[in-house]
């Protein structure tokens, strides 16, 4: 086989599909094809980060309703691959918003064949949705030129379309394909209202009059070889008046190339020498250079382009332009190089124009600027490094907290015992506290993980951030200037972890400023609507900037500050950032950081508000509370269950233990017989090869409705432990837990149930 070679990604549920569509590819004697395969829209992501995919074909019968979903995702992700849809027949509504949407094609199933497969293939690729104009070309040399009007006209975002002296459509973008439907010339003229009002004039004649009176229709004129064609575009111009151009194809030159400066992609053309003889304006502002300072320029000294992966350059992209039968696709981390030093990604294509004697005369570019897609797949990216980190971080909570709540419960109750020996008494108070500090260290681990879930309440941030923002800055050379809006608004948070949040970042600013400087600290009401804010969805917010005026932090770091374990301090172990990352993330907000070597570093958090009333909550503190009631423990592990009991039977209360579901219902089913029920169960949320907490507290509620349960977990993957009342329990303690925090719990579950 000799076609040309096509890399392609099959996006199929169906293995049996699949297997057809591969054969039917088999096929072809104009491509040859490698087939990659994923059945899901994850997996196609994943294939799409390992190779370099020229084509897409997705099915949109996915299942769970990915499909048309799936396909706007990858689109957006990677918008720079032509993607041809596959559709049941019943589904075509399916397949024209995926053209509307993006796709270059789409074919029905189950009419497909080899035919129509490879022909869709051909115009996702070539561009050319009509084979063949609707009437000859005369002129030979003029075939180039219109091959370059298609071609530029696919990457303009508008609808656009051209046509024929007569009126009739000669061809359609995907946007206006997307738009116009299966009969274009119909929908055109009752979408302008070209023929019911005005039958004695052109359609062509009336859409000029109409560009003439409205800012959002564009027409320009089109010479080629003998022939005239107009291009009608509609929607928002990206670059501000219209005016008709006309390009002509002239004799001394077999390629000629479109001038559509109201497109929102830049386009260069050069010649066979590969010196440029076009730029539009959008090209103009991504080089930076003026299109007379441009003409007659080699391509690579306005140009400027660096990849990171393959170090390739403008040359190499020409070299293999010139032998490429099909638009060659730009590498995916390609970086341009503006002239005032100004980077921008970009995605596009490089198009090799041939003359009528399939001479090579020229290429074309065509690109667009990707950098805010590119920084979403980053962020993307970021949340699955930390969901990695969240991976370890829960393997190891539940049996690492559950040692701890051995630990420190055992030393409380020790403590109790020698009441009477201050010395012992003193030592095991610093063992608590260090057992203390460790839960700490856990709880900031388990931030990474899905059960690092916010136990979240109403608050005013401002108590919060001025309170952990001062603690950071105590004995440090730093002043702060701290600012906050009258009417701030509520936010619905948990403090522990805002509270983290805000002191990581103060220490960081400190340590940028080893000799001292400023700090600015501010809160206010924030209105995010459209693209206010990169990633953050339009409503009202809280904005919490923390602003320093230290070293900086340099282009290539910043890019990697929120990654797990990325730290340029020699004693730091890279979990700071990342951690305040993930807890915003986990209060629905987003972090966003900004900075200029030698000048400073400002980051900027913004929560979504609460309409809920705060509430101010008395709680006292570090009280050991006894009590008389009957307590059922339900734990796996045989340390926690004897340690629990130990210590609730010295509060005074009776105590039954169970290590497992079967014996928990025995013993509560038993007691309720008896009409001496327990008073309160304490419940773990997880007993692996069990049932879990939820499942048990429904046991137990089939036998008595009115049983009070608390539950308690060091690590879990729902929210039970933050909205513990939503699934029916009545109170909560995070293992590990201390003798006062248990007791305090257990009365104040006890005397709410005793005042009902």
């Not at 459509?169 to 209202?193: R, S, T």
């Not at 307590?631 to 009776?654: K, M, N, P, S």
């Amino acid at each position: 086989m000799t076609g040309t070679v096509l890399e392609v990604l099959l996006i199929e549920a169906n293995p049996e599909s699949a297997t057809a569509i591969k054969e039917l590819l088999r096929e072809s004697d104009r491509f040859e094809f490698k087939v990659s395969y994923a059945s899901t829209v994850a997996g196609a992501l994943e294939q799409l980060a390992h190779h370099n995919i020229s084509l897409m074909l997705l099915d949109l019968d996915l299942p769970n309703g990915q499909g048309l979903q799936g396909f706007e995702n990858i689109h957006q992700a990677f918008p720079e691959i032509p993607k041809i849809v596959l559709a049941n027949v019943s589904d075509e509504d399916s397949a024209l918003k995926a053209i509307a949407a993006g796709a270059k094609e789409y074919v029905l199933k189950p009419r497909i064949n080899a035919e129509k497969l490879i022909r869709a293939i051909a115009y996702a690729i070539d561009g050319s949705r009509f084979n063949e104009p609707q009437k000859p070309v005369p002129v030979a040399s003029s075939h180039a030129f219109w091959q370059a009007c298609r071609k530029m006209i696919d990457f303009c975002d508008n609808p656009s379309i051209m046509l024929d002296e007569d009126g009739s459509v000669f061809y359609l973008n995907p946007a206006a394909a997307g738009a116009l439907g299966k009969q274009p010339e119909e929908q055109l003229d009752a979408q302008f209202d070209l023929t019911e009002n005005h039958p004695s004039e052109t359609r062509i004649s009336r859409l000029r009059e109409l560009a003439d009176r409205r800012d959002d229709i564009l027409w320009t004129a089109l010479f080629g070889g003998d022939q005239v064609r107009y291009v009608f575009s509609w929607g928002p111009s990206k670059q501000g008046e219209s005016a008709p151009v006309a390009v002509e194809n002239d004799s001394g030159h077999d390629l000629a190339f479109l001038m559509l400066n109201h497109m929102a992609e830049a386009v260069i053309g050069t010649d066979k020498a590969d010196r440029i003889i076009y730029m539009n304006g959008v090209a103009e502002q991504f080089t930076e250079f003026t299109l007379d300072e441009a003409i007659g320029e080699p391509l690579d000294n306005i140009f400027q382009m660096m990849v990171r992966e393959d170090h390739s350059n403008c040359q190499m992209i020409l070299d293999h332009t010139r032998s490429a039968s099909a638009p060659l696709l730009l590498p995916r981390d390609t970086l341009i190089v503006g002239k005032r030093e100004t980077t921008r990604f970009i995605a596009g294509s490089a198009t090799a124009i041939v003359d009528g004697d399939g001479e090579f005369a020229g290429t074309v570019l065509v690109f667009r600027d990707v950098s805010d897609r590119r920084q979403i797949g980053e962020n993307l990216r970021k949340a699955d490094k930390l969901e990695s980190v969240g991976l370890l971080a829960g393997g190891i909570a539940h049996d690492y907290n559950n040692l701890l709540t051995g630990i420190l419960g055992n030393i409380s109750l020790v403590k109790l015992l020698v009441n009477a020996d201050p010395r012992a008494r003193k030592h095991l108070g610093q063992a608590e506290k260090a057992l203390l500090r460790s839960r700490e260290l856990t709880q900031q681990l388990l931030t990474f993980s899905k059960g690092g879930s916010p136990v979240k309440e109403v608050a005013t941030i401002q108590e919060i951030v001025e309170e952990s923002a001062g603690f950071a800055l105590s004995g440090a050379k730093v002043s702060m200037e701290f600012s906050a809006a009258d009417d701030l608004k509520a936010v619905e948070v948990d403090r522990g972890q805002i509270g983290q949040v805000i002191h990581n970042l103060v220490i960081n600013a400190v340590q940028a400023m080893p000799d001292g400087g400023g700090l600015e600290l501010t809160l206010s009401n924030f209105i995010a609507f459209g693209e206010t804010v990169t990633n953050l969805a339009p409503g009202e917010y809280i904005r919490i900037m923390v602003k320093d005026n230290g070293k900086g932090i340099s282009a290539e770091n910043i890019e990697k500050i929120f990654d797990p374990y990325f730290t340029t301090k020699k004693s730091g172990n890279g979990l700071g950032l990342a951690i305040c990352y993930s807890i915003i993330r986990k209060h629905d907000g987003i972090m966003t950081v900004s900075s200029q070597v030698g000048e400073g570093t400002q980051f900027d958090i913004y929560l979504p508000v609460s309409d809920k009333t705060v509430e101010i909550h008395v709680k006292e503190g570090g009280e050991i509370i006894s009590g008389h009631q009957k307590i059922l423990v339900i734990d796996d592990e045989l340390i926690l269950v004897e340690t629990a009991h130990d210590l609730l039977e010295f509060l005074g209360y009776e105590v039954q233990t169970a290590l497992n579901s079967n014996d928990a219902f025995e013993l509560f089913e038993k007691a309720t017989a008896e009409s001496k029920p327990f008073d309160v169960v304490l419940l773990d949320l997880t007993l692996p090869g069990d049932l879990g907490g939820e499942e048990i507290l429904k046991g137990l509620k089939d036998i008595d409705p009115s049983v009070k349960a608390i539950v308690s977990s060091g690590y879990s993957t729902s929210t039970i432990m933050s909205e513990y009342a939503n699934y029916g329990f009545a109170g909560m303690v995070s293992k590990p837990y201390s003798v006062e925090e248990l007791s305090e719990e257990l009365q104040r579950v006890i005397s709410h149930a005793e005042q009902k």
